[in-house]
């Protein structure tokens, strides 16, 4: 079923939505999950709990790309728990990531609008590096995979990637500052 069909059911409060969408990207969400939890039976309370997010937040929101409407309520579930469970010593790759991450972006009282021009500047600074570098990085900060699955997966060294995700993350951080998004 195409997307804007799931979404219209979500708008009409059609149960059937999440079926549909279960079925379209449950492995999908599952597989966002697993990179950061690491745990099937976690990752697939993650998932059942992105589509309670998906019913609750449609509407009033309309995605325009539904696969990245799920993705990023998962990761938010996954990393969420993650958080949470990390007090006990858990997901130490995961919250390393996060970590590296966060060092890039401004703080969390930002406004609306310094989010809308946080997202901006993500979405542009991407544009500019060239693929693989975008893959890496995207492998690293969105799919939240470590060092030696990008490595092994795109058949570079770790040191490499490595170098590649401390020389990206430092090129970001100076891009944010002179968009003027302090970090």
């Known amino acids: 079923m195409k997307d804007e069909k799931i979404i219209l059911l979500y708008w009409e409060r059609n149960e059937s939505a999440i079926r549909e969408t279960e079925l379209k990207y449950g492995k999908y969400c599952h597989t966002v999950a697993y990179n950061i939890l690491h745990s099937h039976e976690d990752a697939d309370e993650c998932v059942n709990d992105t589509w309670n997010g998906a019913w609750n937040a449609m509407p009033p929101q309309k995605p325009t790309r539904l696969q990245s409407f799920l993705a990023r309520i998962t990761r938010n579930i996954a990393i ?22 966060w060092e890039c972006i401004p703080s969390e009282d930002a406004s609306l609008e310094d989010e809308i021009a946080l997202k901006q500047a993500i979405n542009s600074f991407l544009a500019c590096l060239d693929t693989k570098t975008r893959v890496i990085f995207m492998r690293r900060y969105w799919y939240t995979m470590s060092v030696k699955e990008i490595a092994d997966g795109m058949h570079l060294s770790e040191s490499h990637v490595s170098v590649v995700l401390h020389r990206t993350r430092r090129k970001f951080k100076d891009y944010l500052t002179k968009e003027g998004i302090f970090v």
């Open 80 to 101: 969420d728990r993650v958080r949470y469970e990390s007090a006990q010593k858990r997901g130490a790759e995961v919250e390393s990531a996060i970590d590296e991450y």
